[in-house]
């Protein structure tokens, strides 16, 4: 596999230079942007969009803790004016967010459902968006509920499989929506193959990348037109902080996506986007950590008497296996499993993990289980989309690796 290594330049990034200094600032109190040579994501995690204040030399952005700014005349302000619009910390949390995706433009919002709702509004009455058929709930209730009853078409197809998603497209598509690998399934779509199809049919395509995070996939430069994040999982990475972005390159498409944003007004706080500057530095180690122990115990897992099935990416025996190894840069920290005494005793291993907390969300330092099903995925029961109710989704976290197997074994031990 490759090395998380992009290089970032002027040429694949035409506005490059705005993603590391602040687009409103006053002139010459600006620290000339850092060069644009080929930096590794480790570096852009901990130094892009962010420069020391230029008021007080401040390394770290502050929290610009305010809604409203002071200006200079009648509607004659230094850049901002009210902190729905803009704000200095959230303008540097979007050029860091850019910078770490290849992309030219991010936007951030206080939730990855809000991203993704407005990033939906972009599609009319009438069109047709192409979806792969294991999402996160959340998404299935705001397609499936939401949205299609005002007239947005959506059907549902294995992007894994290209023919599938071949006959599926429509001449009123618009949208092929994915997220590779898949919530909960694990599942990968070969993002470049998707492209080719989305621009042959003139429709854009939007890859979800919570789960591989931009240290181990970068669909922007596969081919995607959008990038989608709940910045609240790896990328923010201690469970403290709630949002979203959605991260493009086309500069028409950001200006109305940037109107939607200051219209609805699902915007994080400043704090908020201080926190997740935060996680951003330790980004790349974390996920490096995630990875190391996940490999180690996906194959612990899939050895132990109790397990019947587990899906990880880097276990041969996944069925894309070999794609993971080609569009990944490692494996990721989420692992998916089925027992074989099905649901009961997937419930009663969840009750006795003592490391692993029982909980909703993942990415977090902090390693947590569940059961998709009853949980995250409740609003997709009775639907295709419909999860095993046996299925158990780990969050690997970034404790020592022995420990976590050592809690799940004992756990384990309640059910045989």
Known sequence: ?????????????????????????????????????QYHLETLAVHAGVEPDPLTGAVMTPIYQTSTYAQTDVAQHKGYEYSR???????????????????????AFSSGMAAIDTLLRLI????????????YG??????????????????????????????????????????????????????????????????WLGVDNTFASPIL????????????????????????????????????????????????????????????????KTLAIRIKQHCASARQIAGWLEDHPAVAQVIYPGLESHPQHELAQRQMADFGGMISFILHGGEAAARQLARH????TLAESLGGVESLIELPAPMTHASVADSPLA?????????VGIENTQDLITDLAQALHHIQ
């Open 1 to 37: 596999m490759d090395s998380s290594v992009y290089p970032v330049t002027t040429g694949s990034l035409p506005n490059a230079a705005a993603v590391i200094q602040f687009p409103h600032q006053i002139p010459n109190e600006v620290k000339p942007a850092m060069p644009n040579n």
């Open 85 to 107: 619009t803009d704000n200095p910390t959230r303008t540097a949390l979007q050029k860091a967010l850019a910078a770490l995706e290849g992309g030219s433009h991010a936007l």
């Open 124 to 135: 009319k009455p009438g069109e047709h968006v192409l979806c792969g058929n294991d999402v």
């Open 138 to 203: 959340g998404t299935f209730r705001l397609f499936d509920k939401i949205l299609r009853p005002n007239g947005v078409e959506f059907s549902y197809v294995n992007t894994g499989n290209l023919e599938e998603v071949q006959q599926a497209v429509q001449a009123h598509t618009r949208l092929i929506w994915l997220e590779t690998p898949t919530n909960p399934m694990l599942r990968l779509t070969d993002i470049a193959a998707i492209a080719a199809i989305a621009r042959q049919q003139g429709a």
């Open 217 to 280: 996939q970068r669909p922007l430069t596969l081919g995607a037109d959008f990038v989608v994040h709940s910045t609240t999982k790896y990328i923010g990475g201690h469970s403290d902080v709630v949002g979203g972005t959605i991260i493009l390159n086309d500069t028409a498409v950001y200006e109305q996506l940037k109107y939607l944003q200051n219209a609805i007004g699902a915007v994080p706080g400043p704090m908020d986007c201080f926190l997740t500057l935060r996680g951003i």
């Open 353 to 356: 993990t003592h490391l692993f």
């Open 387 to 395: 999860v095993d109710p046996g299925l158990v989704r780990i969050s």
